[in-house]
């Protein structure tokens, strides 16, 4: 799957069943807005292509967020209650939830400016 710059919502909780591509340039943005959980499947990832930076995409999230083992996400997550990032999981972004991040075996990177 991949997706074009802009803003998706769900009015339910979002899994992330396989790799998805954000396909756009480097000024381009992404939000996703999702209303209750979000969960990107094991060994999956959100990748970028055509210049796409992670410091352009937002995920505001209702609920909880698990990013499951060895899978990876690119941008910043922002959720309500709180973020699981399982064995090998990785991010390109930044996390805040109102609860708490959780963080077991797994890698943070800061996004490029």
């Not at 803003?7 to 339910?12: A, E, L, S």
Request: aromatic share 6%; charged share 10%; no cysteine.
């Amino acid at each position: 799957l991949t997706l074009a710059p802009g803003v998706y919502k769900w009015g339910t909780g979002l899994t992330i069943p396989t790799d998805v591509t954000l396909a756009g340039g480097a000024n381009d943005t992404w939000v996703f807005q999702i209303a209750q959980t979000l969960d990107l499947a094991a060994a999956h990832s959100v990748l970028l292509s055509g210049g796409a930076k992670a410091s352009n995409i937002v995920w505001q999230v209702g609920g909880v967020v698990t990013l499951n083992t060895t899978s990876h996400m690119e941008g910043t997550i922002l959720a309500q209650t709180k973020i699981d990032m399982l064995a090998g999981a990785s991010i390109n972004g930044r996390l805040f939830a109102q609860s708490a991040v959780n963080i077991k075996s797994s890698k943070v990177t800061q996004p490029a400016p």
